[in-house]
């Protein structure tokens, strides 16, 4: 069933479950990053920022930060330090051309509709920007981060604080009501309905299912979704 929306000046969209496949993260990136990690820091020992990651792991959590960095891969924290050094050891993934990003084909063909209207399309992911980035600069349809204005991660706050959605609105100058959120997740989509936002929640057929009763909009792929 198509939803679709008038007054829609800005789009915000989630990553996984939305525009890319939960099973790419869960399958692909974690699994990697968990297996590079050790070698990652010891290759990586000298540099500034790694340094300061672990820091930051040992300032939230006593005991070894490698060990402590290796369970919160496995319980998806979604915690900065951790995202952040996921993004870096993705980044070496994606250069040596093990790892190639996924992104639906109705979500590259609706998004570059979008963008081709000249509506500014924003990225809000629990992954780093730089993995953001990373993920959309190596599809199958090449390098699209052209496609986004900007992106926002944890930095701006948790997904499900609906505070963090008044921040992003006023980042990107927009009221909320003129924004439209898209996600998979229950939470998120609440949350930025809490303080306006239009919303549409993401039921992929194989990936989430959908909801009865559920007080919003909810659509199976970008095909179903228009703004007038």
């Given at each position: 069933?198509?939803v679709?929306?008038?007054s829609?000046?800005?789009?915000?969209?989630?990553?996984?479950?939305?525009?890319s496949?939960?099973?790419?993260?869960?399958?692909?990136?974690?699994?990697?990053?968990k297996?590079?990690?050790?070698?990652f820091?010891?290759k990586?020992?000298?540099?500034?920022?790694v340094?300061?990651?672990l820091?930051e792991?040992?300032?939230?959590?006593?005991?070894?930060?490698?060990?402590?960095?290796?369970?919160?891969?496995d319980?998806?924290?979604?915690?900065?330090?951790?995202?952040?050094?996921?993004?870096?050891?993705?980044?070496?993934?994606?250069k040596?051309?093990?790892?190639?990003?996924?992104?639906?084909e109705?979500?590259?063909?609706?998004?570059?509709?979008?963008h081709?209207?000249?509506?500014?399309?924003?990225v809000?992911?629990?992954?780093?920007?730089?993995?953001?980035?990373?993920l959309?600069?190596?599809?199958?349809?090449?390098?699209?981060?052209?496609?986004?204005?900007?992106?926002?991660?944890?930095?701006?706050?948790?997904?499900?604080d609906?505070?963090?959605?008044?921040?992003?609105?006023?980042?990107?100058?927009?009221?909320?009501?003129e924004?439209?959120?898209?996600?998979?997740?229950?939470d998120?989509?609440?949350?930025?309905?809490?303080?306006?936002?239009k919303?549409?929640?993401?039921?992929?057929?194989?990936?989430?299912?959908?909801?009865?009763?559920?007080?919003?909009?909810?659509?199976?792929?970008?095909?179903?979704?228009?703004i007038?």
């Open positions: 069933m198509k679709s929306f008038n829609v000046k800005a789009v915000l969209t989630d990553i996984e479950g939305t525009t496949s939960i099973s790419f993260v869960k399958d692909v990136l974690f699994p990697y990053s297996k590079h990690l050790k070698d820091v010891q990586h020992e000298g540099d500034p920022q340094r300061r990651i820091k792991v040992e300032s939230l959590e006593a005991g070894d930060p490698l060990e402590v960095l290796l369970r919160w891969i319980e998806d924290k979604k915690i900065t330090p951790l995202k952040e050094i996921q993004g870096l050891i993705w980044e070496e993934g994606y040596k051309g093990e790892i190639k990003g996924h992104i639906y109705d979500a590259y063909r609706k998004l570059k509709e979008w081709e209207r000249g509506i500014p399309i924003y809000y992911s629990s992954g780093s920007v730089k993995a953001q980035k990373l959309f600069g190596h599809t199958p349809y090449g390098d699209i981060n052209y496609l986004f204005s900007g992106y926002f991660d944890t930095k701006i706050g948790s997904k499900k609906p505070e963090s959605y008044r921040r992003i609105a006023k980042e990107i100058g927009f009221k909320p009501e924004i439209l959120f898209l996600s998979d997740n229950v998120e989509v609440k949350s930025a309905s809490e303080v306006g936002m919303v549409v929640r993401f039921a992929r057929e194989g990936e989430n299912e959908y909801l009865e009763n559920f007080p919003f909009p909810q659509v199976r792929s970008f095909e179903d979704l228009e007038l």
